[in-house]
């Protein structure tokens, strides 16, 4: 038998293995949101680098958008529409991208007010339920926060505590969980139910936090891809921040969806150090910016948002309002509303 070096089919090798290796770039916005006074929407960008080679746009809203080099522009607003759709068709290399994007009419509010895992306290719903979110959205907040868990087989369900009642979520099954209900009869409510509650309406952000896992940070990482995975396929981006305990989950966020908004929770570190991993601002408990006030200055010197939680008092709601914090996270939304409204 004839025996072949290994030498010889290198050349041979090295023309099959990028056939193999191709793979179609994933492509995605550096924006998701337009106004009528703000035009550009946002430049394509591709996961891997790659330039597209002559974009088109199609879709029901097309005509309502331009391009310009790689940058998507609004060319008018369409009347009365929380939000339009347009499809960007090109070539990324060999490969053909057709990609549909949803972008959300910016008539987000901007009065500082975080609803903490939506407004229950004073409205007596369930914390995290649909009926919080809605109370948030009715009342005006700015943003409504909740936060997000992995079950044992792998669906994302919306709750605070890592358990509910006397069920470990990571440990559960989603068969388990669906079978549960709130106080107010609501079913324990998945991400995706929550997020389509939430794009109902265009005034109130999500802010989204993804928890540190009770089993391990490899499982953490996989809620933080499944989590990103279904805001993109849900098309949620134009209402979607991310928030989270865990810096290595920030940064995870950061490579699936490089211009996401990420705030980093657990104040452990100073604003250049978040500022230099690209994190979005520093959400940080109210002791440690009374132990540290210089970070008010330095954040935003560095361009970072200051989120501070979680603020219940009229006191410190009242010396946050003189630091020109960006946003307060609160249980009491009612009651920050009427300092900001005067």
């Known amino acids: ?60 809203d097309a005509s309502f958008f331009e391009l310009r080099g790689d940058t998507l522009r609004i060319k008018k607003v369409k009347p009365q529409a929380r939000f339009m759709e347009v499809v960007v068709k090109a070539k990324a290399g060999k490969s053909k991208i057709s990609k549909s994007f949803r972008l959300v009419n910016d008539e987000f509010l901007h009065n500082k007010v975080i609803a903490h895992r939506g407004a229950w306290k004073n409205t007596k719903s369930p914390e995290n339920s649909l009926a919080s979110l809605n109370h948030a959205v009715g009342m005006g907040c700015e943003g409504s926060e909740f936060d997000v868990h992995l079950s044992a087989d792998s669906v994302l369900f919306v709750n605070h505590d890592d358990h509910i009642q006397g069920l470990t979520i990571e440990k559960s099954t989603s068969k388990e969980l669906s079978a549960l209900k709130l106080s107010n009869g609501e079913a324990f409510p998945t991400l995706e139910a929550y997020l389509k509650e939430g794009l109902k309406q265009n005034h109130t952000r999500l802010i989204l936090e993804i928890k540190p896992s009770v089993i391990s940070t490899a499982r953490a990482l996989e809620l933080t891809r499944r989590v990103v995975a279904m805001v993109t396929a849900m098309k949620a981006e134009g209402w979607v921040d991310y928030i989270s305990f865990d810096y290595d989950v920030c940064k995870e966020v950061l490579v699936l969806a490089p211009y996401a908004k990420v705030s980093y929770l657990k104040s452990d570190k100073a604003p250049a150090e978040l500022a230099a991993d690209g994190m979005y601002g520093l959400d940080y408990h109210f002791s440690l910016m009374q132990k540290h006030p210089e970070w008010f200055s330095e954040a935003k010197a560095k361009k970072l948002t200051i989120n501070v939680w979680t603020v219940n008092d009229e006191p410190l709601m009242d010396w946050l309002l003189k630091e020109n914090a960006d946003f307060i996270t609160t249980n009491e939304p009612e009651l920050l509303l009427k300092k900001v409204s005067k």
């Open 1 to 60: 038998m004839k025996r072949i070096l290994l030498s010889s089919l290198l050349p041979v090798l090295a023309a099959v293995t990028p056939v193999f290796a191709q793979q179609t770039p994933s492509v995605y916005l550096s924006g998701y949101s337009y106004s009528a006074g703000h035009r550009s929407v946002g430049a394509i960008k591709t996961t891997d680098g790659t330039r597209l080679q002559s974009p088109v746009l199609s879709g029901p």
